[in-house]
């Protein structure tokens, strides 16, 4: 298991089971063949809602951000 933090350049927001909350940046937890993305609070703590992506749909993704990124 492998854990690390991204923080963002500027404070978004995220949508989780106690309403809309300041995010700082993400959390990505790797288990086995899945990956665990969690937005991390303006207090600094890993929050309460988490999207999960099989690691063999990674480059899929990266290849979506960088779509969006470019226009």
Request: one cysteine or more; charged letters at 25%; proline letters at 4%.
């Amino acid at each position: 298991m492998k854990c690390e933090s991204f923080k963002t350049s500027e404070q978004t927001t995220f949508l989780g089971r106690n309403g809309t909350m300041k995010c700082g940046g993400i959390n990505v937890l790797e288990m086995n063949e899945l990956v665990d993305i969690r937005p991390i609070t303006s207090r600094n703590h890993i929050g309460r809602c988490c999207i999960t992506i099989p690691q063999k749909d990674i480059p899929s993704l990266i290849e979506i951000l960088k779509m969006i990124q470019e226009k």
